[in-house]
């Protein structure tokens, strides 16, 4: 990878980049799958099932961690599933892997709303009349989106959108999907010196064992993944010295976050902690996980 690793693949966060076109935004999202530890034989066997029953199963992908990428103009159904009989949608289809969302805010708000529920719980019910159904849906979320509706805001081209057209695209994420996206990342245009001169970046193949070794530590603290952790299991196992508590509590009063956001960046600190192989979360760690909570400037 070129770009600099954020702290994915290590605990299943959800990640929106946000920058101008060309930047680079799709390219890192095909490469997350490979950040991710390999299948083991049960995720693949998961994984095979729910593929099979949309006809998308093929050996030759046996154990291959999906990367699902459906087109902004996708249904609500075709997103999350229904249909009669009620059939898996694409965030069952990434279930292991990778759900890749470019043009987020194009997508119908309907089938946006509708991810809420799976990101909090990890599988999606489908009710109908005659029938019920749940399909499981664990899967990493990867969303892209322009900053403005031309897509040049900030870039250091002329953008040709108003104040209140900028608030109305980014407007078309609601406060409580957004609250669901653990980083938000600015992914900028490089310059032509930049993308020419620049020598190539880390391999993912390194970045990968990087992030298996953290997912490691936290198996054996703990028992599970950082994403997992709730109530208790938080304060017992990201608990934080005295200056990053004060720092994630200023930090979290002055940017107006939720308890779901709070927990979510200290969870993050824990990921970022365990990368840097550190036993303790620390401010660098925090500081660096509040880094990646950016809000977007016309929801502020």
Not at 267 to 291: F, G, P
Request: hydrophobic share 45%.
């Amino acid at each position: 990878m070129s770009r600099r690793a954020f702290p994915l693949g290590v605990f299943c966060p959800t990640l929106l980049l946000v920058g101008p076109p060309g930047s680079g935004k799709s390219m890192l999202a095909q490469r997350f799958a490979g950040l991710l530890p390999p299948m083991e034989t049960g995720e693949a066997l998961e994984s095979a099932a729910i593929a099979s029953l949309s006809g998308r199963f093929a050996l030759r992908q046996w154990a291959q961690r999906p990367t699902c990428a459906p087109h902004h103009s996708a249904s609500a159904v075709a997103l999350v599933g229904g249909g009669s009989p009620p059939r898996p949608g694409e965030i069952s289809l990434a279930h292991h892997g990778v759900l890749f969302l470019d043009e987020l805010p194009e997508f119908p708000r309907a089938a946006l709303e509708a991810l809420r529920e799976p990101l909090e719980t990890g599988r999606i019910t489908i009710a109908r009349a005659a029938r019920r159904s749940e399909f499981p849906a664990r899967f990493q979320l990867v969303a892209a989106m322009n900053p403005c509706p031309c897509g040049w805001l900030g870039s250091g081209r002329a953008c040709r959108c108003s104040p209140d057209q900028v608030a109305r695209y980014q407007g078309r994420l609601s406060g409580p999907l957004l609250d669901r996206i653990d980083l938000h990342v600015e992914v900028p245009a490089l310059s032509p010196a930049e993308l020419l001169d620049t020598p190539a970046g880390e391999a993912t193949a390194s970045v990968q064992a990087r992030c298996v070794a953290a997912r490691s530590v936290a198996l054996r603290r703990q028992g599970a993944c950082n994403h997992a952790l709730q109530g208790e299991e938080i304060d017992r196992h990201a608990a934080l010295s005295a200056e990053a508590a004060t720092f994630l509590r200023q930090a979290a009063g002055r940017l107006g976050w939720s308890a779901r956001s709070t927990h979510r960046v200290l969870k993050v600190a824990r990921t970022i902690a365990d990368l840097a192989a550190s036993a303790d979360v620390e401010v660098l760690h925090v500081a660096e996980a509040v880094q990646y909570r950016r809000v977007l400037p016309a929801l502020q």
